[in-house]
């Protein structure tokens, strides 16, 4: 059995120190977030840190490493500087469901069949194509789905509104119970009109029926 090389065991942990590094400035981005651009970079970052424990130059392999990170932030760089850049280097959603039609052109130009499509809508917990708004499959590679207006789960602020709504309405209600039921309006008592006629002719049998108790 061969001695160690304690060389090597420095090496290693250098490199794995600078990939460490290097890596960590390249981005904190998973391998599912990853654009075409940054894949390639990682690809070649970890096949040229392998070299110096194959028999590279150590100095060499880092200056390439350094030079194809800095090359991809770079890259990003320019993308937010000339949009244009985007459409080369990352490229732009597509569209896969419209207001709950699927778009078959379209799975053929990102080479997807609808069994693939259905997949990614079960993974998401969506039952039926009709219930999507838009569905789309991002430059990384991610699938984005939105719901229909009348499908979107009821968010915080939304509930809220719904419970001060209620509440209104129910102090409302318990408002118009606590009061006394109104009196009916008093009815009207028609005026009587009394005729002066037999009054004065009451009065003058009552006089004759005095005068003829006094003559008596």
Known sequence: MGSLDFSLIWKTLLTILYGTLILRIAGR??????TVAQTVVMLAVGT???EPLVGSELIDTFVLV???VFTLIAI???EIRFPFLKKIFTGHPVVLIENGEMKRERLKQVRM???????ELRQASISKVSDVKWGTIEPNGRFGFILKDELQPVDRWEFERLLDRLASIEKSINGH???SPAEPPPVPIENKVEDSRSEDDVFKKLVANDKKNSTA
Do not use: C, H
């Open 76 to 78: 990003e760089y320019s």
């Open 29 to 34: 981005k998973s391998l599912a977030q990853m």
């Open 48 to 50: 040229v840190l392998i």
């Open 113 to 119: 069949t609808i069994q693939q499509l259905e997949m």
């Open 66 to 68: 350094a030079v194809a």
């Open 177 to 179: 119970s606590n009061e």
